[in-house]
């Protein structure tokens, strides 16, 4: 479906505005992206200098989540951990999305020997899971952000690679495509100006689930010791962290965990919204 022209635009928006889970999902994203870009002016303490002093405080007016083990305020690690988890995942996606778009259309397009090639090594890394991959490159190469950016770009390249090939050989055959063949157009013109544009509908959907995936994968990775390295914060690592003091102190995993709950459920609910609003069956 191309999403190209200014009618085409103001349905989609049209009939994702009356989808009340998909602009939820959307408000809560923006919040996060508010989070994640002024950290520092909305929380002041240090996210990193620890207070022995101030260690296990309970919820109150100062420290909203109270502190953790260290005497650091876990509201401030929560919301330094958005950062953290948003920069990973939307980085991993874009690495995912470039690379398993560009295979996924020279596949698509082409078919034949060279589709068959390319399917049968995306098939590979299909049959891997995303964490088990991650384990294996952050293992091998170290656990630094760049690392993780890229074990999860990886891992979630394939599931782009199978979007973008769908949609490409639904578009390839239709008459357009014809006519710009005819015209003498090279294929890789016909392939940027023709074909990607009126492709992009499922890629943008996966775009928004690939972040929840990402964001998943980074926390299962930090809760098992293989992510984001201390004292940066990132919600799988605190989780990973204050699990030992679940009894006393509850309040260092709950609140970590109910914010990659939550993050994951926004960008499920907006990509269903998108993924529902530009259906072209939906269309009155």
């Known amino acids: 479906?191309?999403?190209?022209?200014?009618?085409?635009?103001?349905?989609?928006?049209?009939?994702?505005?009356?989808?009340?889970?998909?602009?939820?999902?959307?408000?809560?994203?923006?919040?996060?992206?508010?989070?994640?870009?002024?950290?520092?002016?909305?929380?002041?303490?240090?996210?990193?200098?620890?207070?022995?002093?101030?260690?296990?405080?309970?919820?109150s007016a100062e420290h909203w989540m109270g502190t953790d083990e260290l005497g650091r305020d876990i509201f401030?690690?929560?919301?330094?951990?958005?950062?953290?988890?948003?920069?990973?995942?939307?980085?991993?996606?874009?690495?995912?999305?470039?690379?398993?778009?560009?295979?996924?259309?020279?596949?698509?397009?082409?078919?034949?020997?060279?589709?068959?090639?390319?399917?049968?090594?995306?098939?590979?890394?299909?049959?891997?899971?995303?964490?088990?991959?991650?384990?294996?490159?952050?293992?091998a190469l170290g656990n630094s952000i760049p690392n993780l950016i890229l074990a999860i770009g990886l891992g979630l390249m394939s599931s782009f690679a199978r979007v973008t090939r769908s949609a490409v050989i639904t578009v390839r055959g239709e008459q357009y495509i014809e006519a710009a063949r005819s015209t003498g157009a090279s294929n890789l013109r016909i392939i940027w100006k023709y074909v990607l544009p009126n492709a992009m509908a499922p890629i943008i959907v996966q775009v928004s689930m690939g972040i929840a995936t990402a964001i998943l994968t980074i926390s299962g990775l930090s809760f098992i010791g293989l992510g984001v390295p201390a004292p940066t914060p990132e919600w799988g690592g605190m989780l990973s962290t204050g699990r030992q003091f679940i009894r006393d102190?509850?309040?260092?995993?709950?609140?970590?965990?109910?914010?990659?709950?939550?993050?994951?459920?926004?960008?499920n609910l907006f990509g269903d919204g998108l993924r529902d609003a530009l259906d072209p069956r939906l269309k009155s």
Not at 249 to 267: D, K, Q, R, Y
């Open 1 to 59: 479906m191309s999403i190209s022209s200014r009618g085409q635009l103001k349905d989609i928006c049209r009939r994702f505005l009356k989808n009340r889970a998909a602009v939820l999902g959307l408000v809560i994203i923006v919040i996060l992206v508010v989070c994640a870009l002024f950290p520092g002016q909305i929380s002041g303490f240090d996210y990193a200098r620890p207070n022995l002093r101030m260690r296990y405080l309970p919820l």
């Open 76 to 139: 401030t690690r929560v919301i330094w951990g958005c950062r953290t988890s948003l920069t990973i995942g939307l980085s991993s996606v874009v690495i995912a999305c470039v690379i398993g778009t560009a295979v996924g259309c020279v596949a698509g397009f082409y078919g034949g020997w060279l589709d068959n090639v390319l399917m049968r090594c995306i098939d590979v890394l299909l049959a891997v899971p995303n964490l088990l991959l991650g384990i294996s490159i952050v293992a």
């Open 249 to 267: 102190h509850w309040n260092l995993i709950t609140f970590p965990g109910v914010a990659i709950m939550i993050t994951v459920f926004a960008f």
